[in-house]
């Protein structure tokens, strides 16, 4: 673990492990525990592919932000941001544009308290620690009101998140609030662990259970589900995909060389 002895905010429980501190050491991260280390073992043996998951989707994530950024988005919300780890949603876009702006979402203390050191002196990059359904909360936060001009178009990124909202009507719901809030031409960036009936649903599912002993649950949704969620917006191409299909930079070789392995569905989606 990298040696941040300061770092440990003083009211989280270390005992417990957390999908942003686990998802922080499959991606070769250092801000994580030995219950998060325990646990992505755990998760390994579960699904043996399970890093491979972790990194296709972080390199979707940076695929479609370039994407975004390419289309002329200049601002992201970034929900569920998980630790600005190397490559940063901020850094990916200000290849494109230096004057992109980012606020990132995300409820787990310790990622929180990275975001702070790693984004401190960071122009127009901010975290705000809050739990992402609270919508209102989210966009009424002066770093939000601050950075962000909803008369623009807004990079709406849901990556590996979404799954943390159980209640599918309220999943819903959030999707529709924020997507409401933005102005045409926004883009929404989801990727969602997905239950289809692919090879490897088994490890999804072992997966899902295993997520039930950690501070946030998950749970897994249909395809059919996922694209619902999108109605009403232009998904550009190649649709609804599993994250190394997405646009990708090189033919991806996967480890078992099956994309339903990635088990993330993923997509980009334009507001008209
Ligand atoms: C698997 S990580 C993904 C991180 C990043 N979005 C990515 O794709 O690389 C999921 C993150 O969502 C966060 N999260 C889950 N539910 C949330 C909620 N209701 N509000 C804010 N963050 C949430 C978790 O704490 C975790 O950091």
Known sequence: MTDHANWIPTDI???RASPARVYDY????????????MMAQQAVRSMPWVGDLARHNRQFLGRAVRFCAQAGIRQFLDLGSGMPTAKSVHEIARETDSSCRVVYVEQEPVAVAHGALILAGVDGAEMIGADMRDVDTVLTHPA??????????????????????LDDAEAVATVERYMAAVAPGSH??????????AEGSEEVKRLVELSKTTSSAG??????????????LDVVKPGVV???????????????????????????????
């Not at 962000?148 to 990124?157: A, K, R, S």
């Not at 249909?222 to 109605?231: F, M």
């Open 188 to 197: 929404l960036v989801l990727s969602h662990i997905s239950d289809n009936q």
């Open 144 to 165: 939000t009101a601050s950075r962000l001009d909803f008369e623009q178009p807004v990079g709406v990124l849901m990556a590996s998140s979404l799954h943390y909202v």
């Open 219 to 232: 749970v897994a949704r249909s395809r059919e589900w996922i694209e619902g969620l999108l109605a009403g």
């Open 26 to 37: 499959l991606l070769g991260g250092g801000w994580n525990f030995d219950v998060d280390r």
């Open 13 to 15: 429980d270390v005992e």
């Open 242 to 272: 599993y994250t190394s299909q997405w646009r990708p930079d090189k033919q991806l070789r996967l480890v078992k060389e099956l994309p339903a392995q990635a088990s993330l569905l993923a997509a980009v989606a334009r507001k008209p």
